[in-house]
């Protein structure tokens, strides 16, 4: 069964870091893309960011270039976001998601706030 | 910018069919569409991948195609259940785009 569970999540202040992980299993992590996406209260899925297969290609949306990092260790089958000078506008859901068929972890709350 | 229906009224049994355009042009195979369900408090839920392929969860009333120049996600015998934001994903060469969904209700 294909499992992603998200860990990291909590309050920060704006300036502040977080580093989210997604612990992958059920699949064979190193064949896949991987995607952050979040959703703020009350809007719409976001995708944030993304990493293909051995991490040489990633991409960003603009409004997190400079402030985000992804990053994968295909051996430890994890997936993760390092979010840097954060801001109230990223006070999110942020979940982890497979590419080829989409499977979804549940989800890891960031609060940023001061 | 992916487009989609902000909002759709579908009677109990009824059919209902969700749409998924693009401000830069056609939206195609290429652009491998998702269709992606998601319930109040609930993660989200893929349903359609790749234009037309359903998971083992997909409910067979659930179906994905092209139309036109969009991705189109139809809803055969909509049940109550079905009550849910809906929201197309496309590939853009690495990057992924979200539409913004669209509030499905189901009377």
């Known amino acids: 069964e294909v499992q992603m569970v998200e860990s990291g999540g909590g309050l920060v202040q704006p300036g502040g870091s977080l580093r989210l992980s997604c612990a992958a299993s059920g699949f064979t992590f190193s064949h896949y893309w991987m995607h952050w996406v979040r959703q703020a209260p009350g809007k719409g899925l976001e995708w944030v960011a993304n990493?293909?297969?051995?991490?040489?290609?990633?991409y960003y949306v603009d409004s997190v270039k400079g402030r985000f990092t992804v990053s994968r260790d295909n051996a430890k089958n994890s997936f993760y976001l390092q979010m840097d000078n954060l801001r109230g506008e990223d006070t999110a859901i942020y979940y982890c998601h497979r590419g080829g068929g989409g499977y979804w972890g549940q989800g890891t709350l960031v609060t940023v706030t001061s | 910018v992916v487009t989609q229906e902000p909002s759709l009224t579908v009677s109990s049994g009824g059919t209902v069919t969700l749409t998924c355009g693009s401000s830069t042009g056609a939206v195609t195979r290429g652009l491998s569409p998702y269709w992606i369900q998601q319930k109040p408090g609930q993660a989200p839920r893929t349903l359609i991948y790749d234009t037309t392929n359903k998971h083992s969860w997909t409910p067979a009333r659930f179906s994905g195609s092209l139309l036109g120049d969009k991705a189109a996600l139809t809803l055969s015998g909509a049940q109550p259940e079905d009550e849910a934001a809906y929201y197309c994903?496309?590939?853009?060469?690495?990057?992924?785009?979200f539409g913004g969904g669209t509030k499905l209700t189901v009377l």
């Open positions: 994903m496309v590939s853009d060469s690495g990057p992924r785009v």
């Open positions: 990493a293909n297969q051995d991490g040489s290609e990633k």
